[in-house]
């Protein structure tokens, strides 16, 4: 196979974060989330461009996932970040994030999430790849998120909600998202 000098790879992840971007236009376009939408946004605290209060990037050294459901104020998309403030603790703090910072987009209420790999700014070693995970077929079981430490979970004091995981259904109806590989769709 010959080199891909069009960059097929960055053009794809720029695109899916756009989905991110566009997104968050959306929310703040009709003032609020619609219906019973809210999202997950995971994002690199050390990215450059990343503005987060200094004890928020000392407890969450790696990366930080946010909600955005009820409670969020001075929400702003720029072409290349996103801007909001959310209150951790009881206390607000804003937050500036580049799109490119960002690891993972999820809305539960539809099953939909977009998983990127480090941007190139922060590994150099090869371009980033991207995993979009659709709307499952219900015969298909969801992939189980890895379980982390309290210390990475996402702060509820970020949406004053506590967070849904549709994984404690015990009824074991799983119509959870399926993983869709970009791989899958190349030529071997």
Same mark, same amino acid.
């Given at each position: 196979?010959?080199?891909?000098?069009?960059?097929?790879?960055?053009?794809?992840?720029?695109?899916?974060?756009?989905?991110?971007?566009?997104?968050?236009?959306?929310?703040?376009?009709?003032?609020?989330?619609?219906?019973?939408?809210?999202?997950?946004?995971?994002?690199?605290?050390?990215?450059?461009g990343v503005e987060i209060d200094?004890?928020?990037?000392?407890?969450?050294?790696? !990366?930080?996932?946010?909600?955005? !459901?009820?409670?969020?104020?001075?929400?702003?998309?720029?072409?290349? !970040?996103? !801007?909001?403030?959310?209150?951790?603790?009881?206390?607000?703090?804003?937050?500036?994030?580049?799109?490119?910072?960002?690891?993972?987009?999820?809305?539960?209420?539809?099953?939909?999430?977009?998983?990127?790999?480090?941007?190139?700014?922060?590994?150099?070693?090869?371009?980033?790849?991207?995993?979009?995970?659709?709307?499952?077929?219900p015969k298909t079981p969801a992939?189980?998120?890895?379980?982390?430490?309290?210390?990475?979970?996402?702060?509820?004091a970020a949406s004053n909600e506590?967070?849904?995981?549709?994984?404690?259904?015990?009824?074991?109806?799983?119509?959870?998202?399926?993983?869709?590989?970009?791989?899958?769709?190349?030529?071997?």
């Amino acid at each position: 196979m010959s080199q891909d000098l069009m960059q097929y790879e960055q053009m794809t992840q720029l695109a899916l974060r756009g989905v991110v971007r566009d997104a968050i236009r959306r929310v703040i376009r009709e003032d609020g989330l619609p219906g019973a939408h809210h999202f997950y946004i995971t994002f690199l605290t050390r990215y450059p461009g990343v503005e987060i209060d200094d004890s928020l990037a000392a407890k969450y050294p790696e !990366e930080i996932t946010i909600v955005l !459901e009820h409670q969020f104020w001075d929400l702003n998309a720029y072409p290349d !970040e996103f !801007e909001v403030t959310l209150k951790f603790g009881g206390v607000p703090k804003y937050l500036k994030v580049p799109y490119h910072a960002i690891t993972r987009f999820h809305d539960p209420s539809v099953g939909f999430a977009l998983q990127f790999d480090a941007a190139p700014e922060m590994d150099k070693t090869e371009t980033a790849s991207v995993t979009q995970i659709a709307k499952a077929d219900p015969k298909t079981p969801a992939p189980k998120p890895a379980k982390k430490s309290d210390k990475e979970k996402p702060s509820k004091a970020a949406s004053n909600e506590e967070p849904t995981d549709s994984d404690d259904d015990p009824s074991g109806d799983d119509d959870g998202p399926k993983v869709v590989s970009l791989d899958s769709f190349r030529k071997k």
